[in-house]
């Protein structure tokens, strides 16, 4: 059984930063691990994901140049750190463990609680 749990979620102001971990536990084969963001009344989608094999990363357009994903492998976190955040931004984020093609299409097969993210002045 994998578990991820996410820490790091909070409150901000428009252009200030937050660094998101997710630390996974448990029986863990190499994961792609991917962060995805789910607003209200709207479907789960992709932020970011990290390859497991060769650390290739992927974001969706919305966070290009303002959002880095990174892993510690020795510490099994993965980070998604925040930048020149926006009010639209505000969701409650998810990272998940990508079965299959990993980054490049595969399913989550497990996932965190999420953690909350708000944007405000």
């Known amino acids: 059984q994998v578990q991820l749990v996410e820490s790091g979620g909070g409150l901000v102001q428009p252009g200030g930063s937050l660094r998101l971990s997710c630390v996974v536990s448990g029986f863990t084969p190499d994961y792609d691990i991917g962060w995805f963001r789910q607003a209200p009344g709207n479907e789960r989608k992709g932020v970011s994901c990290i390859s497991s094999s060769d650390g290739r990363k992927y974001y969706a357009d919305s966070v290009k140049g303002r959002f880095t994903i990174s892993r510690d492998k020795t510490k099994n976190t993965v980070y998604l750190e925040m930048n020149r955040l926006k009010p639209e931004d505000t969701t409650l984020y998810y990272c998940?463990?990508?079965?299959?093609?990993?980054?490049?299409?595969?399913?989550?097969?497990?996932w965190g609680q999420g953690t909350q993210v708000t944007v405000s002045p």
């Open positions: 998940a463990a990508l079965g299959g093609l990993g980054c490049s299409g595969g399913a989550p097969e497990y």
